[in-house]
């Protein structure tokens, strides 16, 4: 489904990497709905936009200061006209830890549902996951 | 919307959890549609549900052989009618790691798609995170 709304879907996670890249998180949140939920690589779960925004403008203040995603894969499906879920590997560069040492780059996997609104699409639930450096047996 | 669709998806859950523990994974796979997306908590995506029963039937005979699912916290949140998001923190207890050391009790956090289909409501998007020991600065 090539259409205008897979670009318009598509345009949202193109916007959540480039103001995450701009340490934008007044641009960032505003692509949720205002209540949205958020669970982040940490396990920190947020039940709305406002929390979203706090907790990620702390982050880019320090561990995620001079972070950067790079967009590895996206993938979109349609489960209604109005409402799609997308996975996407990003992998998350220059990140610190909380003593301040420079992070390897890793991977992440973000399950997203993005859901058609009166004012275009906007996530609705969003989910980050680390990708183990040490994998269970087996995969 | 304390109702018969809100009984019906808190079921798919208590399933889940109880087919987890129960070690069926036969049983847990069905929970999904055939083409549900399930990303687990090491960051692997699995794109179908016989994809899913694979890798935790492979799991559940290592690693997870003796965990166990205890539910902490579900939320339910219809977006539409027929399709709903679910959060649920579960703590996970029993795992080893790959050398077959016992794990201490951890929580995840899961973000669930949960649709009415002919057959009744099934999973369309699953994804599982750790919450971490060590948490950012200002959480």
Chains 1, 2 share one sequence.
Do not use: C, Y
Request: proline fraction near 4%.
């Amino acid at each position: 489904m090539a259409t205008q709304d897979e670009a318009a879907v598509r345009a949202v996670i193109e916007a959540f990497i480039d103001s995450w890249n701009r340490h934008d998180m007044r641009t960032l949140a505003a692509l949720f709905a205002a209540d949205a939920d958020f669970v982040d690589v940490f396990g920190n779960w947020f039940r709305d936009r406002k929390s979203i925004e706090r907790a990620l403008t702390q982050r880019h203040a320090t561990v995620f200061r001079s972070s950067r995603f790079t967009e590895k894969d996206v993938a979109v499906r349609f489960h209604k006209p109005d409402l799609a879920i997308v996975h996407a590997v990003i992998e998350l560069s220059g990140a610190v830890d909380r003593q301040g040492q420079q992070l390897p780059p890793g991977l992440g996997v973000i399950t997203s549902v993005i859901e058609r609104a009166a004012g275009g699409w906007h996530i609705i639930a969003l989910q980050n996951t680390s990708v183990a450096a040490q994998q269970p047996p087996a995969t």
